[in-house]
Every structure is written in C-alpha cells, then in structure tokens.
C-alpha cells in the first residue's frame, strides 16, 4: 500500500457508484510503489448526477487521470475532449488521461483483452463465438476484429447481439454474425471455432453455481474458454470445459492488463504487471 501522502503527491483517482469493492486501488498502488511514483490511486465514488462535475474536477485539480467504472463508462464519453477510436467504437471510457489540461478518452479494456488472449496462448484467428451483447462484448468484439475472420455473437436478447453485429460489422473485412443464446445456434456456432469467450455477468460472485452455458450440449474439448468472470477464478462454465478437456482461462488476466495499460499511458513508462497480479488476487480474497 501507499507509504505516505507529502505535499507534492500526485493523484489519480477511481470515478465509479460505488467503489468500495473495487481492486484497482490495491493493484495499481502495488504498481505505482514498484515504479517509485509519489502517486496516490484513489477512490472517487461519484453518484451518476454527479458526474460532469467530477470529470471537470480532474482538471481543476490536476490530477494525472482517472479510471471510469460502472456506472459512468458511457456518460463520461461526451464529456472528455479528445476520444481515442477504442473508446469511439467501444462507445465507453474506461481511462482519462491529463495532457496539457486536456481530458483525452480512452478504452484499455481492447489492448487487456488481446494481451490476456495472448499471455494465455490463445489464439483467435478463425471464428470466434462470443456469449453477451453488453459493454463487456462490446469491447471483446472490437479486439476480436483485429484478428479472427469471423465473429459469431450469442445473447439471450438477440435483439441486442444484431444491434452490435450492426455497429461493429459494419465495413469489416471480419464476418460478423448475431443469433439466440440457445442450444441449437450454440452448437451450430461452435462448428469449427477456435475460441469461445464468455462476456456475459452470468457466474460472477455471489452467483457463482450459474452457467449462460444452455442445457444439452456439452462443451467441445477443442475449443478453448477465455471468461471474462474473474471473481470466482473458475466459473461454472470454466469447471465443465476443464472437465471436458479444454483449456479454460478466467478474466483475471484482462483486469490486470487493462489496468497496466492504464498505468502505461499515464506514466509513460513499463508497469510491473507480476505485481499487478499479486495484489489484485490478495484483494479478491480479502474481498469474498
Ligand atoms: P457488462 O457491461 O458486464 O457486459 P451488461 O451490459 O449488463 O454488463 O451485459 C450483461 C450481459 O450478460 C448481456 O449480454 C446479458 O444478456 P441480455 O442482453 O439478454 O440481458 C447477459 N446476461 C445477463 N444475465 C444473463 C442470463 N441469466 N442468461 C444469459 N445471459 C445473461
């Protein structure tokens, strides 16, 4: 944790409602002390009303920058000056940067994903299955674009899965298709595919015995699993793909490297990801 708090102590903060069970603060602490950084991560939990005002805050008083968490992701896009292109397609801001006193937006959750991706040995060339249609598929989708030739998005609400085919389809050398999160399209789906990543919440704490995974069918050993759940480490889902022999990997990963890349862009300098690792799971288990 943070060793001390002196007059020239720079701060970056947390714009999330609310923020307490967060384990960005201990992660990027751990990493900001590693660097020898007098700078201090900290909570500034923020009611949805509040949000505009919090984001002109940053600049009044100058901190570094700011992750953005649930609920303010979207909200916070109109509000910086400058947005990258992840954060543009993605549509959410996940980390503001200070530069000259300008807000610059942006969205670490693409470059995470593939780095995990990557870390894990796995690969997405061909086609991809994505379960979910929400904020966290958003950006699952968009990285996913920059490698694999085809991206088949399954989502209870199909309604949901088209309107993102529509978005990120649009214009793409990539395929990309949406259908029913059912067995039937599931199982068609998974026919040839190289990765399944599930983007849904279903299996996060304190659920942790639910599964988006539909009944009768059974889970294709050759298709590896990235989960983007990373609390508990090993969903459902996860259970029955190692119990069926595939490779499974929790969203432990992407939370890390989403956050080092946050940490990269505002410090400009390389974050010791290892530690990153170490704190965030020391706060996973002090937290469940
Ligand atoms: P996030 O930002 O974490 O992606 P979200 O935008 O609320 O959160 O999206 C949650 C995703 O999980 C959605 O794809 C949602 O499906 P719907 O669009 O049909 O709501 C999916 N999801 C949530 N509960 C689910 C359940 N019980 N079964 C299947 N999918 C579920």
Known sequence: MVQRVTGRTKLVGLLGWPTEHS?????????????????????????????????????????????????????????????????????????????DGRLFGHNTDVAGFLRALREAGMAASGRAVVLGAGGAARAVVCALRQTASEILILNRTVERAKSLVDEMGEGQVCRVLGATLEAGSLQSALDAACLLVNATSVGMWPYVDSSPWPKD????????????????????LMRMAREAGARAESGLGMLVHQGAES????????????????????????DG
């Open 23 to 99: 384990v960005s603060p201990a992660m990027q602490n751990a990493a900001i002390d590693a660097m020898g950084l007098d700078w201090c991560y900290v909570p500034l939990p923020v009611p949805p009303e509040g949000i505009s005002q919090a984001v002109s805050a940053l600049r009044a008083l100058g901190l570094v920058g700011a992750n953005v968490t649930v609920p303010h992701k979207q909200a916070v896009l109109p509000l910086v000056d400058e947005l990258s292109e992840e954060a543009r397609v993605v549509g959410a801001v996940n980390t503001i940067i200070l530069r």
């Open 217 to 236: 069918v059974a889970y294709p050993s050759e298709v590896p699993l990235f989960d983007l759940v990373y609390n508990p480490q090993e969903t459902a």
């Open 263 to 286: 940490l990269r862009l505002w410090s400009g300098r390389e974050p010791e990801v290892c530690v990153m690792r170490t704190a965030c799971l020391e706060a996973l288990e002090g």
